[in-house]
């Protein structure tokens, strides 16, 4: 057994080795490095405290008051000081993220949120995220974005769509279509092509290109949540209710998508909410009453069953066999995984899973790495891989 002490009298949440590295973290900002003298057979470990090493981002404002220093900085967060310890008081947002895309690198991002909130992120070595305003003129709750390369889009309350060619310039975006008095919940990008399909209340499902768009035939459904392509022509929209449609025709025509040997009763019917095309006729969806779905030649077919208090809002693979869901239960966050293309999940353990509900998921490749990272209520930003217990990326 190898012990040591830091930054005595803090909590220590979480601890983890790579090779002779230790990294140790906890209350108040409390880190800690210890170095192993052997990565097989350790007898003893020299640790360094780095809890007041941390140099907080782009402070702004500085004031006393009774005996403390308080200091705001440029993204929202708020830190005071007692003695020679920096303590963070309040995490950047008080909204309650809705959505969140990155582009191909894993790196930069973003994430919409209530209120009109749509934040250009970047993460540093997945130790801090770092959120940028974009300044969009609404206060309308954003339900979802899609990136495609360095376009983006983005859904919202109200029927407001907004869109970017240059994402990553929080100045670069434009109101695409506001079409008023329906909610508008998902959207997407079909590959290679520069069409929005975006989907919401009242089965109104439309096309945006540039500032133009246009409402597709009326689709006779419940009200929809989300919608998925895998390519031009493969994708899968769904909604309240148990509704799931396919289309092989790049929404030209939608076909009904069936549960298989499962029953329900009217009162019991699951609202399906994420949704990812991975294949040919077959998608996986996280649904309400603690299920997750997997589609079959236009069938639906139950894949996991929680507890009837469980919701998973959202889902997102890597490639074609390794994704994740998230949601919550009661304002639990809950993570699961599946490395066998949706056959069967897992559920991972999260570090203090009581501070909110997971409502969106990004998934992608880092090194040999399969990471993940989701968002929620309370500002709630997790992430994690298929060998690291999930933990906050922000407090």
């Known amino acids: 057994l190898v012990s040591g002490a830091f930054a005595t009298g803090n909590s220590i949440n ?11 973290v906890g209350n108040f900002g409390a880190q800690g490095h210890a170095t192993l003298n052997s990565t097989s057979a350790p007898t003893s470990a020299s640790w360094i405290d780095g809890t007041f090493n941390q140099v907080p981002l782009g402070f702004t404002c500085v004031e006393h008051n009774a005996g403390l220093v308080f200091a705001t900085t440029g993204n929202g967060n708020i830190y005071f000081r007692n003695g020679s310890a920096w303590r963070q008081l309040q995490v950047a947002s008080t909204e309650n993220f809705n959505a969140i895309d990155f582009d191909a690198s894993g790196i930069s991002g973003l994430v919409a ?48 769509i907004y869109a970017s060619t240059t994402f990553a310039t929080v100045t670069s975006y434009f109101q695409a279509g506001a079409i008023g008095n329906q909610n508008l919940r998902g959207l997407a990008r079909r590959p290679s092509s520069p069409e929005l399909i975006c989907v919401g209340q009242f089965a109104h499902v439309r096309k945006v290109n540039g500032t133009s768009g246009i409402k597709i035939n009326q689709v006779f459904t419940p009200a929809l949540n989300a919608v998925n392509f895998a390519n031009n022509m493969e994708g899968y929209v769904t909604g309240v209710d148990l509704m799931a449609r396919h289309t092989s025709d790049g929404g030209g025509s939608w076909s009904v998508v069936l549960p298989s040997t499962m029953s329900f ?20 969806i996280a649904a309400t009453a603690g299920r997750v779905y997997k589609t079959n030649n236009n069938q639906l077919n139950s894949v996991y069953t929680g507890a009837t208090t469980e919701t998973y809002n ?30 069967s999940f897992t559920m991972l353990t999260i570090y203090n899973a009581s501070v909110g509900e997971l409502r969106a998921v990004h998934s992608f490749k880092r090194g040999a790495s399969n990471i993940f990272m989701a968002a929620g ?19």
Not at 14 to 24: F, N, R, T
Not at 382 to 392: A, F, K, Q
């Open 314 to 343: 959202d889902v997102d693979f890597e490639n074609g066999t390794d994704g994740y869901v998230v949601g919550g239960n009661l304002g639990n966050a809950r993570v699961l995984r599946t490395t066998n293309s949706g056959a």
């Open 113 to 160: 949120a209530d209120n009109g909130k749509l934040c250009y992120t970047t993460i540093s070595g997945f130790t801090s995220a770092n959120l940028t305003p974009v300044p969009l003129v609404t206060s309308q709750n954003l339900n979802d974005v899609t990136i495609n390369g360095t376009t983006a889009g983005i859904a919202g309350n109200n029927g407001e």
């Open 377 to 395: 209520t309370n500002a709630l930003v997790l992430y994690g891989d298929e060998t690291l217990i999930s933990r906050p990326a922000s407090s």
């Open 265 to 284: 009763t009217s009162a019991t019917l699951p609202d399906l909410n994420g949704v990812k095309t991975i294949g040919t006729n077959t998608c996986v």
């Open 14 to 24: 979480s601890i983890q080795q790579k090779g002779a590295d230790v990294l140790a």
